[in-house]
């Protein structure tokens, strides 16, 4: 038996699904669960199944797939008889789904600029770590701060102060050298990239390209001047053999660099050691 909205979750009509085997619906990765539950239940048909839910993708008639949560249970013999009766429950997730992954993005999401943030980044951070360490490769850490940012809202307003960050982490995402680089926003006016099996070098040339590209921005289409430029001063930090003995003491080792670039003059680039 199936009643009409299982069907419509099958994508097909009721008449249609009578005599299949619901299990072949099943996307293979699930299918054999479901055959193994069932053999072994009727090695000991005496204990009653109760399974799930769990959840499982359905491979609808029309080719399509969708994510349920699903519940068999064997109904009392009292009521059923010498005849097992087992009954399935389906429950859409589709709309559950979409809504996670939707609320999963937006929560290692920087709002303003699209890039990862600060919570993202540290999560990154210590798993690129671990993976290079345990692969005895190097990582590397950039800090950029946009210089005099202050001023920038001063002269053209916290409206164009928002679209310059804007265009300055498109800048920063397009120099990423490798998909598993991440670009975050740090902070107000600061920003992080992550590069695995980067050493010191290689992230100087990556930090070179974001100066040059950064440098070369215009603003004219905010109204500002054609000829108005910003600079960003970058520190560099880079972790290989044992220098540092955690991440937090490479975003230290990345600020202090910072630090540097800044009273150095600005839009600079240092590298900490
Ligand atoms: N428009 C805008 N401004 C921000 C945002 N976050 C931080 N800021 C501004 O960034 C400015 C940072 O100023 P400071 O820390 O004094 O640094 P600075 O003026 O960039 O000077 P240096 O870093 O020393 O070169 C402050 O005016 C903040 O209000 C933001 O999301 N939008």
């Excluded at 929560?107 to 770590?129: F, I, M, P, Q, V």
């Excluded at 740090?186 to 992080?192: I, K, R, S």
């Excluded at 880079?238 to 955690?246: D, K, L, N, P, S």
Aim: glycine share 6%; charged share 20%; with cysteine.
């Amino acid at each position: 038996m199936i009643n009409p909205l299982a069907a419509k979750f099958f994508g097909a009509a009721h008449e249609a699904l009578i005599g299949q085997k619901w299990f072949y619906f099943l996307h293979e990765r699930y299918r054999e669960q479901y055959e193994y539950l069932f053999i072994n239940w009727k090695k000991t048909p005496d204990l009653a199944l109760n399974h799930g839910p769990k959840e499982v993708l359905l491979n609808r008639a029309d080719s399509t797939w969708m994510e349920a949560d699903l519940s068999v249970s064997c109904l009392p013999t009292s009521l059923t008889g010498t005849s097992p009766l087992f009954v399935g429950v389906l429950h859409n997730l589709t709309k559950h789904k979409t809504e996670y992954s939707e609320l999963r993005r937006l929560a290692s999401t920087d709002h303003l600029t699209g890039l990862a943030n600060r919570h993202n980044l540290e999560k990154t951070l210590e798993k690129s770590w671990l993976e290079c360490l345990n692969s005895d490769q190097a990582i590397s850490l950039i800090l950029i701060d946009v210089d005099y940012f202050k001023l920038f809202n001063d002269q053209f307003g916290h409206v164009n102060g928002d679209k310059c960050l804007q265009k300055i982490a498109k800048t920063i995402e397009h120099c990423l050298p490798a998909n598993d680089s991440l670009a975050a926003r740090y902070g107000g006016e600061e920003f992080a990239v992550i590069l695995p099996r980067l050493h010191a070098v290689s992230a100087e040339i990556v930090a070179k390209d974001i100066q040059q590209q950064i440098n070369t921005l215009t603003f004219s289409d905010l109204g500002l001047p054609a000829d108005f430029r910003v600079s960003v001063s970058q520190g560099i930090a880079t972790e290989f053999g044992g220098q540092f003995r955690t991440s937090e003491a490479l975003i230290c080792a990345a600020d202090t660099a910072l630090y540097r670039a800044k009273s150095d003059g600005r839009n600079r680039i240092s590298i900490g050691h």
